[in-house]
């Protein structure tokens, strides 16, 4: 029987859903600062729905980003709440999960090359992964260039932990600095993650990708966004100009990832708008056939 780990859902996105009253560019660690609660809750519902790793609530919240906002002097503060709020879901539930810690894009999600340089976004990646010092893996995620990927690689290889890295392609099926999938795999290849993927992508182009990733890679997968477009968020809007597809219901992504495992995928999972109700349906039709495990599994 074939193992797959099975990630939470669209987190950030579910959890700012569900605060309509709060508007902000820090996305769901502005409702979090504000509404712990309903942060807590939302990762009890994607424990209740079957995942087996569960990310904590801190995407926005990069040094960079949280500068920006004047609320760099709180970034100890925002990641011991978010740890809190998974820590106290897991126990609540009972539930025998992994936490990830997140290594997202430093400046935004969606663009394109960093005016920056491998040590500077090495050393602010160090500094996000020592701020989750109890985490049971890391996710490196929606890298949209290869430099980026390389310095998040880097400094998450030196936790000791596992780790898996994920792209975003575009609709050409490249890298937003129009770096290619090849490229991007070429370029984390030598720091050995655990897995490498696509997330935040559109269905169809991760569809497309994943049977050329499981012959490149030894443990591949992915889990797309349910966005009709990502464009305005690219060009520096908030997460309010963002629409949900209406054609992505729980069983049609359900058979979307299966299509994904059928082509290699061994990690699998929601991104943004894929809510608890689509990891639902996902683990009691998975559960069937396959062992869902923990990414930390992964061998």
Known sequence: MTSIALLDGGLGQEIYQRAPQVSS????????????????????????????????????????????????DSIDTIYRQAFFALQQAIDETGED?????CLPPLVGSYL?????SFEDMKAEFAHMARLQPDVDVFLIETMSNTLEARAACAAAREQGKPYGV??????DGNLRSGESLNEAMRAVADYAPTAV?????????????MPHMA????????????????????????ADALEARED??????????????????LVVG???????????????????????IKFSQLG
């Open 197 to 209: 993927m696509l997330n935040c992508c559109d269905p169809a182009v991760l569809t497309t990708a």
């Open 215 to 238: 012959r490149s890679y030894h443990t591949v997968g992915g889990y797309a966004n349910a966005f009709k477009s990502v464009d305005d968020m690219a060009k520096g809007s908030k």
């Open 112 to 116: 394109g090359q960093p005016q920056r």
């Open 25 to 72: 560019r820090l996305w769901s660690v502005a409702v979090m600062l504000e509404h712990p609660d309903i942060v807590k809750g939302v990762h009890k519902d994607f424990i209740r729905a079957g995942a087996k790793t569960h990310t904590l609530n801190t995407y926005p919240a990069t040094p960079t980003r949280l500068a920006k906002a004047g609320l760099l």
């Open 166 to 171: 994920a792209f975003r392609l575009e609709a």
């Open 97 to 101: 999960v992994d936490i990830a810690g």
């Open 270 to 292: 929601g991104c943004c708008e894929i809510t608890p109700a689509h990891i639902q349906h996902l683990a009691q039709t998975l559960e069937q056939s396959h062992a869902i």
């Open 248 to 265: 992505l219901s729980p069983l049609v992504h359900t058979e979307r990832v299966q299509q994904w495992i059928a082509d290699g995928a």
